[in-house]
C-alpha cells in the first residue's frame, strides 16, 4: 500500500486560506468516504481535525473543512491563524481492515 | 477522561525484538479498536496495524506483515505491540491510537513511544 501524496508544504498570510490535497486511488480515497486529517505539531502526537471527509470533532473550529473528488480528497484552512502552522497527514480506510497515511504537508503561516 | 498512556523508551540491537504497551482507561476498553501508528525521525505517519479487543482480531500493513504482532489483555485493558527482527529503519516513535468508530476517525492517542535500533 503506497502512501497518499500530499504536497510536501504549502503556506498562507493570516486571514487567508490554505488548501492541502490527498491524493490516493480507486482502491482507498476514490472508494470509501473514510478520509480523515490530522494536524500535529513537533514533538506532539496527532490531532484528529476531520473525519468521513468533511466531519468535524467537537472542538475543532469551523475554519477546517474537508471535501473529496474522485482519488483526491482536500483540507481547507480557511481564515488562518499562526496556530495553524503545523503538520498535517490525510488518511484513508484502503479496505479489508487497512489504512494508510499521507506524506504529510508543513503549514506555514507567513 | 480517555486515556492511552504508553510504555517507555527502549533502545535495541539490530535482530531484536521490542514489546510496547499501551494502557487505556476511561472507556469501555472492548468497544473500540486500537491502531498503531508509527513516525520515524523527521518522516510521516505510517499505519503499522489494528487490533479489535473484543474478538482479538487483529491485521497489519503488507510492510510488518510477519514481523508485528499486536495482542490485548482484557483484564488490565492494555494493548501490546511486539515488532521482531529488527532493523535500524526501525527506529521510530510508535504511537497507539484510539478508533473513534468511524473508520480511521483516531480520536485519542498515546504520548508516543521512542523505539531505538542501534548497534
Known amino acids: 500500500q503506497s502512501a497518499l501524496t500530499q504536497p510536501p508544504s504549502a503556506s498562507g498570510s493570516p486571514g487567508q486560506s490554505v488548501t492541502i490535497s490527498c491524493t490516493g486511488t480507486?482502491?482507498?480515497?476514490?472508494?470509501?468516504?473514510?478520509v480523515s486529517w490530522y494536524q500535529q505539531y513537533p514533538g506532539k502526537a496527532p490531532k484528529l481535525m476531520i473525519y468521513?471527509?468533511?466531519k468535524r470533532p467537537s472542538g475543532v473550529p469551523d475554519r477546517f473543512s474537508g471535501s473529496k473528488s474522485a482519488n483526491t480528497a482536500s483540507l481547507t484552512v480557511s481564515g488562518l491563524q499562526a496556530e495553524d502552522e503545523a503538520d498535517y497527514y490525510c488518511?484513508?480506510?484502503?479496505?479489508?481492515?487497512?489504512?494508510?497515511f499521507g506524506t504529510g504537508t508543513k503549514v506555514t503561516v507567513l | 477522561q480517555v486515556q492511552l498512556v504508553q510504555s517507555g523508551a527502549e533502545v535495541k540491537k539490530p535482530g531484536a525484538s521490542v514489546k510496547v504497551s499501551c494502557k487505556a482507561s476511561?472507556?469501555?476498553?472492548?468497544?473500540?479498536?486500537i491502531h498503531w501508528v508509527r513516525q520515524a525521525p523527521g518522516q510521516g505517519l505510517v499505519w503499522m496495524g489494528q487490533?479489535?479487543?473484543?474478538?482479538?482480531?487483529?491485521n497489519y500493513a503488507q510492510n510488518v506483515q510477519g514481523r508485528l504482532t499486536v495482542t490485548r489483555d482484557t483484564s488490565t485493558t492494555t494493548v501490546y505491540m511486539e515488532l521482531s527482527s529488527l532493523r535500524s529503519e526501525d527506529t521510530a516513535v510508535y504511537y497507539c491510537?484510539?478508533?473513534?468508530?468511524?473508520?480511521?476517525?483516531?480520536?485519542?492517542w498515546g504520548q508516543g513511544t521512542l523505539v531505538t535500533v542501534s548497534a
Open positions: 491510537a484510539r478508533d473513534g468508530k468511524h473508520y480511521g476517525d483516531s480520536d485519542f
Open positions: 476511561g472507556y469501555s476498553f472492548t468497544d473500540y479498536f
Open positions: 487490533i479489535n479487543p473484543s474478538s482479538d482480531f487483529s
Open positions: 480507486s482502491s482507498d480515497v476514490g472508494s470509501y468516504n473514510y
Open positions: 468521513e471527509v468533511n
Open positions: 488518511n484513508s480506510y484502503a479496505g479489508n481492515g487497512n489504512y494508510v
